[in-house]
């Protein structure tokens, strides 16, 4: 009788397994080895919160977007609002003065506009004459009323850098824009208006203002800059919080040190080859990709656990730990390949959507379950194969575990 299709495929995978199984050791190494050398791919992530790769390129707005910025420029505004009783004295006027001239030593400021710096335009008949709105000279109380008086009566200043009832001023950190690096110039801009701000006094190493005087800074680059720091205290928690409800499973399931450790280390390569192949694409880790990790652990522990179970119950059945591994791999093999295949294709339809980093995160994904199924079925077996057989006692406790019995 001739072989089936799904007879050949078994025989071509149990020689493969047999041939990597006559020299485990050095497969693998081999194979763990390759993952973690992918691995300085890493150092070229980062964390995008730029809304220019929200679409793609060719998006009729995004073109539009791209010519406006080529012809004209840009340039992105940082507000630091300034709430000062002492405002218009000859100390207030100082503080800004000198907080104008510190925010415009920042990396990547083109200008900085508040009361100290924008210009007044004056008519006369003997023409039009251009000077700074407050020049040099002490402020005296007259003096400082008169400008207070005069800046709320001319609409170039009121509601643009003082506010409607002259007790707030607004400074105006433009920061340039880069194409293509947009993101990191407004992030590096916002990174030195806020150290700015700790230099002069006003906030703490936290952010915690400092001192009756209040500050409040706004705009787009200092969301982004926040976002980013949620970004990566959420990317510690994405990963620690779901590693630890993991080793919980595999505790409850496996009561054994190999049977937490041969799925830890698949799920750590997993997650390790999926992000160091953004790294490769160059890829910015989005607020959309965040969510990688725990769904990567979760897929890739999956077949893991099939596996080892299995293989715990060909090891019941008195096979030799060799032959159990390869018997285990193939009883599950075809299951877990369907479940990978049909995951897969579920993340790859994220091709199919318009924002640029759902589509990235669906090729992510499926690289990650690609690479997790080839971890398991190639890995995994060589690790089991080495292990001795189990004690008695470890095989009580895997067969009356709480996993076990409730999968049962």
Known sequence: MAESSREKFERRYLTVLE?????????SALIVGAILATSVLLTRLHFDTSFTTLLPEDHPQMVTETRSLRTFGALVPIVVLVDDPDLWTDAGIARVRALTDALSNVEHVERVLSITSVAKIRADDEGISVERFIGDGPITPERARALRAEALEDALYRGDVISHDGDT???????????????????????????????????????HPIGEIRLYVAGAPIIAEDLQRLMRKDS?????????????????????????AIPLTVVALTVVAAFAFM????????????????????????????????????????????????????????????????TADGFASLLVSSILPVQRMGIVATVGILV?????FMLTPLVLASRHEPSARQRRAFESGAMRRLLD
């Not at 041939?19 to 497969?27: K, N, V």
């Not at 779901?242 to 919980?248: D, E, G, H, R």
């Not at 997790?372 to 398991?376: E, I, M, N, S, V």
Request: glycine share 8%; net charge negative; proline share 4%.
């Open 19 to 27: 041939a990597m199984l006559r020299h485990r050791w050095l497969w």
């Open 169 to 207: 001023t607004a400074i105006i950190v433009e920061v340039e824009y880069v194409e293509g690096k947009d993101d990191v110039v407004a992030m590096e801009g916002a990174q030195g208006v806020w150290r700015t701000l700790e230099r002069e006094g006003y906030f703490d190493a936290d952010r």
């Open 236 to 260: 510690m928690v994405l990963s620690v919080a779901p590693l630890a409800l993991l080793c919980i499973v595999l505790v409850l399931t496996f009561r054994s040190f190999r049977g937490v």
């Open 279 to 342: 790294g490769a694409v160059g890829w910015g880790v989005s607020i959309v990709s965040l969510n990688l990790p725990p769904l990567l652990m979760v897929i890739a522990l999956a077949d893991s656990i099939h596996l080892i179970s299995a293989y715990y119950e060909e090891m019941a059945a008195g096979r030799p730990s060799p032959e159990a591994a390869k018997r285990a791999a193939w009883a599950v093999f075809i299951p877990c390949l369907m479940t990978s295949i049909t």
């Open 372 to 376: 997790a199924f080839g971890l398991t």
